[in-house]
């Protein structure tokens, strides 16, 4: 079946440090890619997608490509601030429109 | 983007109580609702696919008896969980899809379920 696989957290970083959190994938066909953001107490976000190989995905600072090469789709940011603490899940969606979610990654970004 | 709302946020109930948690589509109409269950520290787990009109198709694992799922209008789809136990204890997210090519999952802002 499919699966996602990603780095476990927490990530501790300090403000305007560069963030990367891994993120790698098994899956049938041709899936779309994901990175979802929760923060404390809510739901998830969509944080950004790139449904083809090498679409890069990019929103408030964060961008991934999708690699189908290495089945990879890493997050990035080059600057993080403390209001990007919050829970990562990267995930894929297969043909059929279900999804498949990793562990999640928390980030904690200190002043 | 679309907003999907669940109520209540959180509730706490005595072990053997039943639980009804909504969602909705406040936005657009939804032929399909997901609800899914996490645990502390952990990601999301798909229980089961809500489908307006039809019975709900439920993954490998999860009793179709304990949560049931209604899916009565295209803006609403319900969880109840019955004779909830501690371990029933959960995060409990619903989600639906905006359809078209971007099928994009929209989803709720999570129900927080504490068994006693």
């Known amino acids: 079946g499919n699966s996602v696989t990603q780095m476990e957290g927490p990530v501790t970083l300090s403000e305007e440090a560069f963030l990367t959190i891994n993120c790698t994938y098994t899956?049938?066909?041709?899936?779309?890619l994901f990175w979802y953001v929760q923060y404390p107490g809510e739901g998830l976000q969509l944080l950004l997608k790139a449904t083809k190989a090498d679409d890069k995905g990019s929103n408030k600072g964060f961008e991934a490509t999708y690699r189908k090469e290495t089945t990879s789709f890493h997050l990035e940011k080059g600057s993080v601030q403390v209001s990007d603490s919050a829970v990562y899940f990267c995930?894929?969606?297969?043909?059929?429109?279900?999804?498949?979610f990793g562990a999640g990654t928390q980030v904690v970004v200190t002043p | 983007g679309a907003v999907v709302s669940q109520h209540p946020s959180w509730v706490i109930c005595k072990s053997g109580t039943s639980v009804k948690i909504e969602c909705r589509s406040l936005d657009f109409q939804a032929t399909t609702m997901f609800w899914y269950r996490q645990f502390p520290k952990q990601s999301l787990m798909l229980m089961a696919t809500s489908n307006e009109g039809s019975k709900a198709t439920y993954e490998q694992g999860v009793e179709k008896d304990k949560f049931l799922i209604n899916h009565a209008s295209l803006t609403l789809s319900t969880l109840t969980v019955t004779s909830a136990h501690p371990e029933d204890s959960s995060f409990y997210i619903c989600?639906?899809?905006?359809?078209?090519?971007?099928?994009?999952?929209?989803f709720g802002p999570g129900t927080r379920l504490t068994v006693l």
């Open positions: 995930a894929l969606r297969d043909s059929w429109g279900k999804f498949q």
């Open positions: 899956a049938t066909g041709y899936p779309s």
């Open positions: 989600s639906t899809s905006a359809g078209g090519l971007a099928r994009e999952q929209f």
